[in-house]
């Protein structure tokens, strides 16, 4: 007989009238949180199915009389969908392939090599998260225009908004948990055999850390898809330009019911990545929260 517990109600605490009561309502709130999330894409996918007309009739009309699949079809052309596409996975793929490297050598010099001042820079990471990202938003443009000691600009260019994405504090600190829980001893042989630090990182250190690198690589890439303020600044030729920016700037255009076809084909690849992902998010998440 099974004893895992599946809720926050003990078996005891279930079948009494009081019980059933808080399942019930607990139950019916969070079917009604989970409507309001599901909402927002549900009405942007049948509204890119109505027509012109049926898109400002009044009321709560969520379903079309007749869709009008070639409004996707439309959309996908006239806005140049494609193009769009590769120019997101270009910004946030290689923002997230940025994020790991960076993050995981960051994290894995503060976890085994401790440096001097590590826990300073600690500290900062730690504090540095308390920081709304709007407020350094300004200094970080101007740095991008024209980049110290290298004096060149960084508008118009990926890098620009690849730099900055490389660095996040929040991957550190969760890398940084997951790698002191690795066993020293598998670090005292790999050292005893005579492999270098860095060696140790790339043969051993990541291949043990694939689930949490999947988990911050999934949460990097739908953190990165959605970005819209910095690639705005950044990136002012069309051409080099996310879907987020490309629709906000494109909007005024075009019908509204192309608008919000073009806005629920978006959103489907990081809806893609989280779905598929989704098992693993939870137990990599814990692995890089828990410290042994």
Partial sequence: MSTVQRGILSHTEARSLGGRLTYWLIFAFLLALSLAFVFPFFYALTAGLKNSAEIYRPGLNLLPKVAQWKNYADAWQRFNMLGMFRNSFAVALGGVAGQLLISSLAAYSLARLKPVGGKLMLLIFLMSLAIPGIAYIIPLYITLVRLPILNISL????????????????????????????????????????????????????????????????????????????????????SLQPITVRLYTLVQNFPQNLQLAAAFMAMVPPLIVAFLMQRYMKGGMLLGSVKG
């Avoid at 118009?156 to 997951?178: D, E, Q, R, T």
């Avoid at 005893?192 to 043969?203: E, H, K, M, N």
């Avoid at 850390?209 to 069309?238: C, H, Q, T, Y």
Wanted: glycine share 4%; no cysteine; proline share 6%.
């Fill in 155 to 238: 508008l118009n260019n990926y890098w620009g908004l690849w730099l900055p994405y490389s660095v996040s504090a929040f991957a550190i600190l969760m890398l940084k948990n997951f790698f002191e829980q690795i066993p020293q001893d598998i670090y005292d042989a790999a050292a005893v055999d005579g492999a270098s630090p860095l060696r140790i990182f790339f043969t051993i250190t990541l291949p043990l850390s694939r689930s949490i690198l999947l988990i911050l690589a999934m949460l990097s890439f739908v953190g990165l898809w959605k970005d819209f303020m910095l690639p705005l600044l950044v990136l002012r030729e069309a």
